[in-house]
């Protein structure tokens, strides 16, 4: 859909060359009946149909956990993945996507319809006539989730007498349909009109009592809902893998399965999980919950001030939104050990040389940290480039250019690319080695912190970023500008290099 030019020529021609080939054949036919290769031209396979067409036809459902856009563009854990599925067989990727899980099994068994689904869809009894399943590339548990601060359910016993809502044709609603064969007075409602996020949210408002998601899901979405909580596991974990319509042939999926061994194997799968779901691992359950709470209660008083200093310095606000979080929580009144103070912890001599007069004052220290940002970034040499550039900046700020250029000299010398954030984060803990730092221009530095610094902030970037999808809409989060695009340079996301 994104080219129709494109998408709408290449197959044209396909049915105008087919044609012409078996006008040909008809031609030769009668003139010599006896000439081989003329018989009757075989229908190409699912994988030919692709090759063909140039383009792998996906079809997914819009969430954080499968695909969204954000304003790097077409970004998420399936897009990602069927992505890296469609550069191996050198054809393009098309996503379409569905309105709901009715939508997307009817478009893949639709005649010429999408050649696959990748939409973190589990292996369940009831998809088995609709379709075929790949190798699994992700172990998921269904879990019931309530709203903290009500009781807790443990077992299935206690869900007959709760308002349950779950996804229309999910699992879950196969799932919940079995159990009440053994307890008739079990109620729950079906909606193709939501999401999971907004199955959430209602948890989250106390609109319903209780949901049933995935594990993936509630991990990714737990840091927009301070509320939500894991009540009990529903059933042992099931296998998460994308599928082909029942009835296509084995040629598509067999090479879905061999590229999913692959990336198994060479650890890229590992890497796309780090990057869509590492945050979470990360901040751990109650961190996630905690952000969740800070992100409505406190970002929105400083939110106005990151987006105009931001704006003015032509910097992501998000990120610089995310920083001050690394840095103090967002709370204007911290000092630290060793004497830094405020939202977003300026030495003495950084505030001085900012122009800062009251390092307590949050929005003067929004506006001298945004300013000292954009100026150590401007700093660093040229051959720097983004995403690197930004992360080495970050960097800057909290070990000071002085020592970043001493971990860059190490990486020069071990043989690696000063320019290259990951080669340089190897370097920088050695700053706090003797036999390392007495070699150095600027000496001793806790070089482990700047390493632990710009991975928080990048974890708490892509969790803002989420939160400015269009998806949300209708969220708590959607009452705050959150949700209208930002305007200004924002670092391409990094490839699949582990981070
Ligand atoms: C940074 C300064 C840099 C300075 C380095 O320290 O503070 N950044 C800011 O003020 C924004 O300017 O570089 S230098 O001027 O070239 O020397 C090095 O001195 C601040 C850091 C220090 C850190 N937080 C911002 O990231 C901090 O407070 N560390 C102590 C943590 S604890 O309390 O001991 O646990």
Redo the contacts with the bound molecule.
Sequence with gaps: WRHPSIAYTRPMLIHFTLQARQLLCLLMIGLTPLISGCEETPAPTTLERVRDEGALRVVTRNSPTTYFQDINGETGFEYELSKLFAESLGVELKIEMADNLDDLFERLNQPDGVALAAAGLVESPGRKDQARFSHSYLEVTPQVVYRSGKLRPTQPKDLPGKRIMVLKGSSHAEQLTALKSELPELQFEESDAVEVVDLLRMVDEGVIDLTLVDSNELAMNQVYFPNVRVAFDFAEPTRVAWTVAARDDDSLLNEANKFLDRVIKNGTLQRLKERFYGHVDELGYVGAYTFAQHLQQRLPRYEKQFRKNAQDQGVDWRLMAALGYQ?SLWQPEVT???G?RGL????Q??AQAMGVANRLDPAQSIYG?TK?FAHVKEQLPASIAEPDRTWLALAA??????HLEDARELARKEGLNPDKWLDVKKMLPRLAQKQWYSKTKYGYARGG?PVH?VNNIRRYYDILSWATQPQLEGTQLADSSLHKPAINKIPPKEELAPM
């Design positions: 840095e630290s050990k060793t830094v977003m912890m300026l030495t001599r950084t940290g000292y700020y909290n070990v000071g250019s002085g912190e610094f």
